[in-house]
T-cell receptor, first 113, second 113 residues
Framework: NAGVTQTPKFRVLKTGQSMTLLCAQDMNHEYMYWYRQDPGMGLRLIHYSVGEGTTAKGEVPDGYNVSRLKKQNFLLGLESAAPSQTSVYFC????????????FGEGSRLTVL | GEDVEQSLFLSVREGDSSVINCTYTDSSSTYLYWYKQEPGAGLQLLTYIFSNMDMKQDQRLTVLLNKKDKHLSLRIADTQTGDSAIYFCAESENTGTASKLTFGTGTRLQVTL
């Protein structure tokens, strides 16, 4: 019973490097989200997807790109990492447009030097 | 935009009641949520309340909603050490395509013996 799985769980990057965070869910959920969590700021929505092949911008999308080629996967990309992107990233999914019950992954801690 | 505010820290003794407070700004929110984040883990939905309710009780948890003041609280009765975590309140913004949650900054609950 995996739920939402994020890989990798930890990563250290140098400024300017690129990387992709992978989120996989096995619950057949339509909606998927990427959040970042920073101290004293709660969770902020980066991008989200309402179904396979769709993506939309959230509150803090700059510097990130996403893709949802398969329903079960939602990828978050950093093309040129910056120290301001040091954060803990959480992927979440939900089964309904109106459902506030988000199922979260365990998080991916990213450090950009 | 929506803004959800919480105090950052609360310390209580084991067996006492804990009250975590939250204020929100979006009066059109249909549901308001409480999520719990244990160390090193993602967020888990704890409980929620529909906006036309004043109170909801679920075992040791009581949620109170004051719509006039846009104030939400979570009371945990007989607080245990296992309740130590970060608690986030969240309000939902139902757009045409997705239900997006705006999270507060989180309140870290410390339970002492």
């Amino acid at each position: 019973n995996a739920g939402v799985t994020q890989t990798p769980k930890f990563r250290v990057l140098k400024t300017g490097q690129s990387m992709t965070l992978l989120c996989a869910q096995d619950m057949n959920h339509e909606y998927m989200y990427w959040y970042r969590q920073d101290p004293g700021m709660g969770l902020r929505l980066i991008h989200y997807s309402v179904g396979e092949g769709t993506t939309a911008k959230g509150e803090v999308p700059d510097g990130y790109n996403v893709s949802r080629l398969k329903k079960q996967n939602f990828l978050l990309g950093l093309e040129s990492a910056a120290p301001s992107q040091t954060s803990v990233y959480f992927c979440a999914s939900s089964y309904s447009r109106l459902a506030g019950e988000l199922f979260f992954g365990e998080g991916s801690r990213l450090t950009v030097l | 935009g929506e803004d959800v505010e919480q105090s950052l820290f609360l310390s209580v003794r084991e067996g006492d009641s804990s009250v975590i407070n939250c204020t929100y700004t979006d009066s059109s929110s249909t549901y308001l949520y409480w999520y719990k984040q244990e160390p090193g883990a993602g967020l888990q939905l704890l409980t929620y309340i529909f906006s036309n309710m004043d109170m909801k009780q679920d075992q040791r948890l009581t949620v109170l909603l004051n719509k006039k003041d846009k104030h939400l609280s979570l009371r945990i009765a007989d607080t245990q050490t296992g309740d130590s975590a970060i608690y986030f309140c969240a309000e939902s913004e139902n757009t045409g395509t997705a239900s997006k949650l705006t999270f507060g900054t989180g309140t870290r609950l410390q339970v002492t013996l």
